[in-house]
């Protein structure tokens, strides 16, 4: 099957396409989109590269850690070779760079941890477990979408931190506006959130509203201290 370059990248100015841009600038300056589309270098006849990309990109934002390489298979535009490249780069950072035994002291050190989901295009809520020395666990995508009552259900954001027998959790969230003000639907899934970690004996430490701009901890602004 004949390969053929992403047009859209072709047409950015050279210092801006994914390789050039991660040789000049640093690899930290890309995006999490240009980082699998240099993994994934070229489309097919069945997929252009940015739609391979946008689709992978969904895939593993929703699936948690938990990848195969038949699973990759299905995205279209991914055959063996790309899925098995995929799955090593991501086992080879789990091990060398996984954010595991990262101590949390301040709201700021959240921001690392979760930023490359600032420039998604829908709210991203996750979860961070952490140990009674408050270090990081695990950190997990519980919902996509708008934050409220229905999608945020304790449930759902409790669960995997009972596996993980977390002593403390932080939540956290993306604002794509840019806007850091909680909205009252914020507040009222924060303080539920709350009530129901302090009936489970967790202790709820913060709630990071952040977005490529900076972050706003309910912490810092005075809202959690009466816990």
Do not use: W
């Not at 053929?4 to 690899?27: A, C, D, H, N």
């Amino acid at each position: 099957m004949k390969l053929y370059l992403k047009e859209k990248i072709l047409s950015l100015p050279t210092e801006e396409r994914p390789r050039e841009k991660l040789y000049f600038q640093g690899v930290s300056t890309l995006s999490d989109a240009e980082l699998l589309a240099i993994l994934i270098g070229s489309g097919t006849k069945v997929a252009r590269v940015e739609k391979i990309t946008s689709l992978l990109l969904d895939f593993l934002d929703r699936s948690n850690g938990s990848i195969t390489v038949d699973e990759l298979m299905k995205i279209p535009g991914i055959g063996k070779a790309k899925a098995t490249l995929i799955l090593a780069a991501l086992e080879f950072s789990r091990r060398s760079l996984c954010p595991a035994r990262k101590r949390i002291g301040f709201p700021s050190d959240v921001l690392p941890l979760v930023s490359h989901y600032a420039n998604r295009k829908q709210e991203y809520f996750l979860s961070i477990s952490l140990n009674g020395a408050h270090e990081v666990l695990a950190i997990r995508v519980v919902s996509i979408g708008l934050v409220n009552r229905s999608l945020v259900h304790p449930r759902e954001v409790f669960a995997d931190p009972l596996q993980d027998r977390a002593a403390a959790l932080v939540i956290a969230h993306n604002h794509p506006s840019g806007n850091l003000d909680p909205s009252a639907e914020d507040k009222q899934v924060t303080t539920r959130l709350r009530n129901v970690a302090e009936l489970l004996g967790i202790v709820f430490l913060d709630h990071i509203i952040f977005s490529e701009e900076g972050y706003y901890s309910f912490l810092e602004h005075g809202e959690l201290t009466d816990q």
